[in-house]
């Protein structure tokens, strides 16, 4: 098995292509051992390539089609890509398709889709449950979950909807080889990761370390004028195209309007600038791959697999949330080149800022509470009924009901959420711990 998969990374990647380190333990361990296992690997180190491989080979084996769960679109939108030059059919069903849903469900109902990837907030959609859950989860051949640390809330990149993967886990016919992966996970999260997966987990960790990477620290925090000129001289003296990230919208904005004025070719991209702008997320993310843009200044929104191998800097106008995300998001440069400019320079208000984004990170008790009360009081509610009992914005009570569903205290019957454990809290302690 092993000379012909080398013989399929010559064909697509160069006759002088070899597995790195662990790639091939991983793949053999997913379709020989049908194992549980968690790969903790540097970004650029190939995590994709084990998942393509073992899913081509498992496809020839006559397994069912791969499960891929992933947190952001850009990085489906590069994934569908990568695993056509792998002979894999490969789609998605996401918020920004509806238009394709009913194509590709067609596929995945009659075995013709090699790989289906889906964000952890499909799992909670009321038609995905319905329609297509029931039977796709006793044919799924291999289910990878993609930037895995997002299932554990001592994760850099907790997001609630991750824990609904519990219930995959449990649905899975016995033996379906099951993969994490993830380039940021300390031993917390991955004793966390492993207490989910399953006690037989079997996690391959490697190094760490990118040469490639020239990290640069301006110690001392300077005022918005100072790192505004000191941003244009950067790129003035950089060649190729990166990234400035930015903590908040506003500053994405405001970074970006700079950088116009000076006669680079800038834009903002953040969350919602589809809605705010003329922009596009897809076609700002082909633009930076095309470098037909000197920077795309952008908040945490372009993360998690972007990949550009060319990219030659990640400049910092502010400070990031941890050293676990600046890890992650500095990832995104020098995969394919010799050297890239890793700059990281912050402001007086920086700490305030993260620490608005700890403080928030999760609900507050009363807020929990005055949900379960509203609930408990009023029977089955739109999310926009129970707005007018929590006094919180819709951003949070969001977050609210996600965590009560979470947690199995709530549910959602169509368009309503039904209380269904009036007693029953989230763990408030750890949230304290967590966030402390």
Request: overall charge negative; some cysteine.
């Amino acid at each position: 098995m092993r000379a012909t998969v080398e013989e399929w990374l010559r064909e697509i990647l160069g006759a002088g292509a070899q597995f790195r380190d662990g790639q091939w333990e991983a793949i053999e361990a997913l379709v020989s051992h049908r194992q549980r296992i968690l790969v903790v690997q540097r970004t650029g180190w190939g995590k994709s390539l084990v998942y393509f491989i073992a899913t081509r080979l498992l496809r020839q084996q006559r397994m069912g089609t791969t499960l891929l769960i992933s947190p952001l679109l850009s990085l489906m939108r590069n994934q569908i890509q990568a695993a056509a030059d792998w002979g894999l059919r490969a789609d998605t069903i996401n918020s920004s398709n509806r238009e394709e849903h009913e194509r590709v469900e067609r596929l995945l109902l009659t075995g013709k889709l090699d790989l289906l990837l889906i964000s952890p907030e499909r799992l909670a959609n009321d038609q995905f449950q319905r329609d297509i859950w029931p039977a796709f989860s006793q044919r799924i051949g291999l289910l990878v979950i993609d930037e895995a640390h997002c299932i554990s809330d001592w994760g850099h990149d907790f997001r609630p909807n991750y824990r609904r993967i519990m219930r995959v886990l449990d649905d899975l016919r016995p033996a379906t080889p099951v993969l994490g992966t993830t380039a940021t996970a300390n031993d917390r999260v991955v004793a966390d990761v492993a207490e989910i997966l399953g006690a037989n987990l079997n996690v391959q960790r490697g190094p760490l370390t990118r040469d490639s990477l020239r990290l640069y620290v301006y110690p001392e925090p300077r005022d918005h004028a100072y790192r505004l000129t000191l941003l244009s001289h950067l790129l003035n003296n950089i060649p190729g195209s990166g990234i400035v990230y930015c903590t908040t919208t506003r500053d994405c904005r405001f970074v970006a309007e700079w950088l116009q004025q000076q006669g680079f070719n800038a834009k903002p991209y953040y969350a919602d600038v589809e809605e705010e702008t003329d922009e596009n997320r897809v076609e700002l993310e082909q633009q930076l791959l095309r470098n037909e843009v000197k920077a795309l200044v952008a908040s945490v929104a372009l993360g998690m697999g972007f990949d550009k191998p060319d990219l030659h800097f990640v400049i910092h106008y502010q400070l990031p949330g941890s050293i676990i995300s600046y890890y992650q998001q500095i990832g995104r440069a020098g995969r394919g080149i010799d050297q890239a400019h890793i700059i990281l320079m912050h402001g007086d208000g920086d700490e305030d800022i993260q620490r608005h984004f700890i403080e928030t990170a999760f609900p507050q008790p009363e807020h929990i509470e005055a949900a379960i009360t509203a609930l408990a009081q009023s029977g089955p509610v739109t999310q926009t009924e129970l707005q007018r009992f929590v006094n919180v914005n819709r951003s949070m009570l969001d977050k609210i009901l996600t965590h009560l569903e979470v947690e199995k205290i709530i549910e959602k019957r169509k368009s309503d959420y039904v209380l269904v454990a009036e007693n029953a809290r989230p763990d408030f302690a750890r949230w304290q711990q967590v966030t402390q």
